[in-house]
């Protein structure tokens, strides 16, 4: 998906129905009967060759109290805040009303980018309300029949250059991961942050555990709202600035909560940005609240973050009100080793987001982390290490066949990942595979950071192999004749 549309627009200008049609389903309710849609529906739209998220939005009022539609409105709003392209609906039988004209002033000063669509526009009944939405400022109106699918090539003309626009910077922003090595260049410097590619850093967990506090804390001023209310943050922020000299991109995402207790379409929005945040972060920091550490979202997260393939820091904050830190500290390894197996050795630091304390350690942690994601290892040193395991633990036979392991190398980095060159690869039990990695852990000093291993039948290389064999009688005349000279 490379962008985002929300439509809005008065109640009754035909949102959802152009909604069903970009996403091919009857997924929103269509009546005649207006405010008939009350909360947000995302849903995969396709229109030609785009891909895209498109989401339904309730009806604009100009109500701004607590009343269900005020509470509509408000959750409207946060809409346009998150998306990045706003299709801005008129009724072009109706003609631009007043509440149009208010709207419209909302969406300049609110939304990136708003296209404007004069939707009921089939017939000549329509044509003066099409030339009236001009008066609105917000370019040239479209003239779509959602009901009857016209109009829609002029909606692709529009958005295509924007798509291209989006695409290009997911592109830059996108951080380098599974880069390729040369098999045989031993040399491979770490690349550092510079303000054209600053560090990548995405903070992640669960509502008030403190995300947006320890931002602030790190960009050194109160630049995002916090307060005692879990679920402030509503869409992924990302920060430009320098943390203790070092160039950094930092993401502030939605609290995830567990996926039950998520009903509001709104929050469904909030989370799945927050997922493509870590898909856009180097370095993971997965933020725990020291009250209630390690609940089943944590781990989630956590995991999603090593799936990835991000470099990972668990975080716990709120550090100051704790009173036994000694026994509350060693609860907290003794849980990360036996619910993280597959983060073992990643960087767990207390910290208060309020005060500052342990704000150098964490900075410390995230840069060394980012060190060990590019880790590079030689060959040499990896196949000298691959005997060492052999003899120490030679690798099972699986009905009868002898598993052997001839050479192993790094293939990629960011996060590490080696190849390994066997017999009967399919035949490789998981057990021994994590034995291999837990080795490469220890022993090349490459704590909590994912690792990737894939391992490779290769044939043996006999140079006679697949050639014909002389004739019998051919052989025979020829050695005959050798015998006479």
Request: charged letters at 30%; a positive charge.
């Given at each position: 998906?490379?962008?985002?549309?929300?439509?809005?627009?008065?109640?009754?200008?035909?949102?959802?129905?152009?909604?069903?049609?970009?996403?091919?389903?009857?997924?929103?309710?269509?009546?005649?009967?207006?405010?008939?849609?009350?909360?947000?529906?995302?849903?995969?739209?396709?229109?030609?060759?785009?891909?895209?998220?498109?989401?339904?939005?309730?009806?604009?009022?100009?109500?701004?109290?607590?009343?269900?539609?005020?509470?509509?409105?408000?959750?409207?709003?946060?809409?346009?805040?998150?998306c990045d392209i706003c299709l801005f609906m008129v009724d072009a039988r109706t003609g631009i009303t007043p509440s149009d004209l208010v709207f419209a002033d909302i969406l300049r000063k609110r939304s990136k980018q708003v296209i404007l669509a004069a939707n009921k526009a089939e017939g000549r009944a329509a044509e003066a309300g099409?030339?009236?939405?001009?008066?609105?400022?917000?370019?040239?109106?479209?003239?779509?029949?959602?009901?009857?699918?016209?109009?829609?090539?002029?909606?692709?003309?529009?958005?295509?250059?924007?798509?291209?626009?989006?695409?290009?910077k997911a592109q830059d922003d996108a951080p380098e991961t599974d880069v390729d090595l040369d098999e045989d260049g031993d040399e491979f410097a770490v690349p550092q942050p510079t303000n054209a590619k600053p560090l990548q850093v995405a903070v992640v967990g669960r509502p008030n555990a403190g995300k947006s506090t320890l931002i602030n804390q790190i960009v050194g001023e109160d630049r995002l709202l916090t307060g005692p209310e879990a679920g402030i943050t509503r869409d992924a922020i990302s920060l430009r600035t320098e943390w203790q000299g070092v160039p950094m991109r930092i993401f502030d995402t939605a609290g995830m909560r567990k996926k039950a207790k998520v009903q509001e379409k709104l929050e469904k929005l909030s989370v799945s940005d927050g997922l493509r945040a870590v898909k856009f972060a180097e370095v993971v920091i997965v933020l725990l609240d020291a009250e209630i550490p390690f609940e089943q979202q944590d781990l989630r997260i956590?995991?999603?973050?090593?799936?990835?393939?991000?470099?990972?820091?668990?975080?716990?904050?709120k550090w100051d009100i704790e009173e036994d830190r000694q026994a509350k500290l060693k609860d907290l390894k003794e849980s990360f080793e036996r619910l993280l197996p597959q983060l073992r050795g990643a960087p767990l630091i207390?910290?208060?987001?309020?005060?500052?304390?342990?704000?150098?350690?964490?900075?410390?942690?995230?840069?060394?982390?980012?060190?060990?994601?590019?880790?590079?290892?030689?060959?040499a040193q990896l196949n000298r290490w691959l005997t060492g395991m052999l003899?120490?633990?030679?690798?099972?036979?699986?009905?009868?066949?002898?598993?052997?392991?001839?050479?192993?190398?790094?293939a990629k980095t960011r996060p590490p990942g080696f190849v390994v060159m066997c017999s009967h690869p399919d035949k490789v039990p998981d057990s021994y595979n994590r034995y291999l990695v837990n080795g490469l852990r220890l022993d090349f000093d490459m704590p909590g950071t994912p690792i990737r291993l894939w391992m490779r039948g290769q044939n043996d290389a006999n140079p006679y192999k697949g050639r014909k064999k002389a004739a019998p009688s051919k052989l025979r005349k020829h050695t005959q004749g050798r015998r006479k000279d």
């Amino acid at each position: 998906m490379s962008f985002t549309l929300a439509i809005v627009g008065r109640p009754n200008v035909g949102k959802s129905t152009l909604f069903n049609r970009l996403v091919g389903k009857r997924l929103a309710l269509v009546d005649d009967q207006p405010g008939v849609t009350r909360d947000l529906r995302e849903g995969a739209a396709r229109l030609a060759d785009l891909r895209f998220t498109v989401v339904d939005t309730a009806g604009l009022e100009e109500v701004t109290d607590d009343s269900l539609q005020g509470r509509m409105r408000r959750l409207t709003e946060r809409a346009v805040d998150m998306c990045d392209i706003c299709l801005f609906m008129v009724d072009a039988r109706t003609g631009i009303t007043p509440s149009d004209l208010v709207f419209a002033d909302i969406l300049r000063k609110r939304s990136k980018q708003v296209i404007l669509a004069a939707n009921k526009a089939e017939g000549r009944a329509a044509e003066a309300g099409v030339m009236e939405a001009y008066s609105l400022g917000l370019g040239d109106p479209i003239s779509l029949s959602a009901e009857h699918g016209e109009g829609l090539t002029d909606l692709y003309n529009v958005l295509m250059p924007l798509a291209d626009a989006f695409a290009e910077k997911a592109q830059d922003d996108a951080p380098e991961t599974d880069v390729d090595l040369d098999e045989d260049g031993d040399e491979f410097a770490v690349p550092q942050p510079t303000n054209a590619k600053p560090l990548q850093v995405a903070v992640v967990g669960r509502p008030n555990a403190g995300k947006s506090t320890l931002i602030n804390q790190i960009v050194g001023e109160d630049r995002l709202l916090t307060g005692p209310e879990a679920g402030i943050t509503r869409d992924a922020i990302s920060l430009r600035t320098e943390w203790q000299g070092v160039p950094m991109r930092i993401f502030d995402t939605a609290g995830m909560r567990k996926k039950a207790k998520v009903q509001e379409k709104l929050e469904k929005l909030s989370v799945s940005d927050g997922l493509r945040a870590v898909k856009f972060a180097e370095v993971v920091i997965v933020l725990l609240d020291a009250e209630i550490p390690f609940e089943q979202q944590d781990l989630r997260i956590a995991d999603l973050a090593e799936r990835e393939g991000r470099a990972v820091v668990v975080a716990v904050n709120k550090w100051d009100i704790e009173e036994d830190r000694q026994a509350k500290l060693k609860d907290l390894k003794e849980s990360f080793e036996r619910l993280l197996p597959q983060l073992r050795g990643a960087p767990l630091i207390t910290v208060s987001a309020k005060t500052g304390r342990g704000m150098d350690r964490l900075h410390d942690a995230v840069m060394r982390a980012y060190e060990v994601w590019n880790r590079r290892v030689t060959t040499a040193q990896l196949n000298r290490w691959l005997t060492g395991m052999l003899e120490q633990h030679p690798p099972p036979a699986p009905q009868g066949k002898r598993i052997k392991l001839r050479y192993m190398t790094q293939a990629k980095t960011r996060p590490p990942g080696f190849v390994v060159m066997c017999s009967h690869p399919d035949k490789v039990p998981d057990s021994y595979n994590r034995y291999l990695v837990n080795g490469l852990r220890l022993d090349f000093d490459m704590p909590g950071t994912p690792i990737r291993l894939w391992m490779r039948g290769q044939n043996d290389a006999n140079p006679y192999k697949g050639r014909k064999k002389a004739a019998p009688s051919k052989l025979r005349k020829h050695t005959q004749g050798r015998r006479k000279d």
